[in-house]
């Protein structure tokens, strides 16, 4: 079989493609998370105290071993950070029905505006660009989001059929 030379290759292939989808995703990201990120200077909070208030605001009642499992992170990590937002107010933490040792998490109201405002300019990119795009784009975005996560972080979205 004769090699593909390289103005034939797919660009999923090309060594300058990838890297190109690399810079991509890493300008993305940054722009992505910008506004979020000033609004979190100014409480004093980081992108692990959006990542928490985005959960526990997306799945209302999470234990905490799922806002663990979600994260990837330590307990240590986790309790410095959602020590600071339950002590500011942000999130509430009620024992569980059947297990009281069990922690539920809760945003506040305040952690609830705080999620909103952080959230609002994330949604108009993502909205802005969807519609840039298109329907098939939209889809081919998805597939490859999911080709870039772990098994373990795919299933949140398969399980769910997010997709469809």
């Known amino acids: 079989m004769a090699a593909s030379s390289p103005h034939t290759d797919p660009p999923f292939s090309r060594d300058a493609d990838l890297r190109q989808a690399i810079e991509l995703l890493f300008f993305a990201y940054r722009d992505f998370t910008a506004e979020g990120d000033a609004i979190l200077a100014k409480q004093s909070f980081g992108r692990a105290h959006h990542r928490v208030i985005y ?22 990590s986790l309790s410095r950070v959602l020590r600071q937002l339950v002590h ?13 040792r069990e ?21 108009v990119r993502i909205a802005t660009a ?18 870039i996560m772990d098994a373990s972080a795919k299933h949140r979205f398969t399980e769910k059929k997010v997709l469809d």
Do not use: C, H, W
Not at 70 to 76: D, G, N, V
Not at 88 to 100: A, C, H, V, W
Not at 141 to 147: A, E, P, Q, R, W
């Open 130 to 147: 969807y519609e840039s795009a298109g329907a098939d784009a939209v889809e081919g975005f998805k597939k490859v989001m999911l080709g």
């Open 88 to 100: 500011e107010g942000y999130i509430e933490q009620n024992p569980g029905k059947t297990d009281r």
């Open 55 to 76: 959960f526990v605001g997306q799945y209302p009642g999470m234990r905490v071993s799922e806002l663990l499992e979600i994260l990837s992170i330590t307990k240590q």
């Open 103 to 123: 922690r539920l998490l809760k945003l506040t109201d305040k952690g609830l505006e705080l999620e909103r405002l952080l959230t609002s300019e994330q949604r």
